[in-house]
């Protein structure tokens, strides 16, 4: 059993959502390594990346029972992919670069700025975090929908000669293609997991899971506010991760140096 060696699979996540919303201040509190955070919208041209050991106690279990030559935690990777913005699918701002980011991670972390500050300007003139989760989400909706179109010029040529699955194929993508033109992510499309094998190599954004960050102040890191009210209301009906984090305070607690101390 000592030539064991545990060695889970990495989970990759991508930290997405309009600039100055705090989504490196949160990417510096649970990454292994640090990222330099500014006030000034696209003030950066490359995703930053971490790592998070997760810890796992049954795990530990297991290696104190097998005692492995090698013992390796399960890990996240994260992207902390640079602010989008609207027009980020049609090449505005700096968000169009960083598309190919979000395609390649396993899920996406959704920070939305539920706090106030007048020193920190929101792109949009005010603070509004459902408008800011619409901007995001359309523009990969858009990005997705030409992917798809795309496929579906494909599989018309093939189905015009009688290609049986690509009949088949362009009847599912029709079912895809109505849902992003109603504003829809592409994971709430009302189609059987053996018929989502017609995607797969597209990789489409709004096909990975989402956990929405509600980023508060201090005070409202226990309770809420009424952002945090307001997202919770437009997200009702969906199976939808929220969580409520002052990542500012988190990422203070995260520089503390004594383990003691940060718990």
């Given at each position: 059993?000592?030539?064991?060696?545990?060695?889970?699979?990495?989970?990759?996540?991508?930290?997405?959502?309009?600039?100055?919303?705090?989504?490196?201040?949160?990417?510096?509190?649970?990454?292994?390594?640090?990222?330099?955070?500014?006030?000034?919208?696209?003030s950066t041209n490359k995703s930053n990346l971490g790592l998070v050991n997760v810890p796992d106690p049954r795990l530990e279990s297991l290696a104190a029972l097998i005692k492995p030559q090698k013992f390796t935690p399960a890990t996240v990777e994260i992207v902390d992919i640079p602010g989008l913005t609207r027009g980020s699918?049609?090449?505005?701002?700096?968000?169009?670069?960083?598309?190919?980011?979000?395609?390649?991670?396993?899920?996406?972390?959704?920070?939305?700025?539920?706090?106030?500050?007048?020193?920190l300007s929101h792109i949009d003139g005010t603070v509004d975090p459902v408008r800011d989760m619409e901007t995001i989400d359309l523009e990969l909706q858009v990005k997705d929908l030409e992917s798809v179109e795309k496929k579906m010029e494909k599989l018309s040529k093939l189905a015009k000669i009688g290609e049986k699955d690509a009949k088949k194929g362009l009847e599912v993508l029709g079912v895809y293609k109505e849902h992003l033109e109603s504003f829809q992510p592409v994971r709430t499309a009302a189609v059987d997991e053996v018929n989502k094998k017609y995607i797969e190599d597209l990789f489409l954004l709004t096909a990975k899971p989402v956990?929405?960050?509600?980023?508060?102040?201090?005070?409202?890191?226990?309770?809420?506010?009424?952002?945090?009210?307001d997202v919770r209301k437009s997200l009702e009906g969906q199976d939808a991760e929220i969580l409520v984090i002052a990542a500012g305070l988190e990422s203070d607690i995260a520089e503390l140096e004594d383990t003691a101390d940060r718990e």
């Open positions: 059993m000592q030539g064991i060696n545990i060695l889970p699979m990495a989970l990759n996540c991508g930290i997405i959502g309009i600039t100055n919303t705090g989504k490196t201040t949160l990417f510096n509190c649970i990454s292994n390594t640090r990222a330099e955070s500014s006030s000034f919208a696209f699918s049609q090449g505005e701002g700096v968000g169009n670069q960083f598309l190919g980011d979000i395609r390649n991670t396993d899920a996406l972390i959704h920070v939305l700025r539920c706090f106030d500050d007048d020193m956990m929405y960050i509600c980023n508060v102040d201090e005070a409202s890191a226990v309770s809420g506010n009424q952002y945090v009210d």
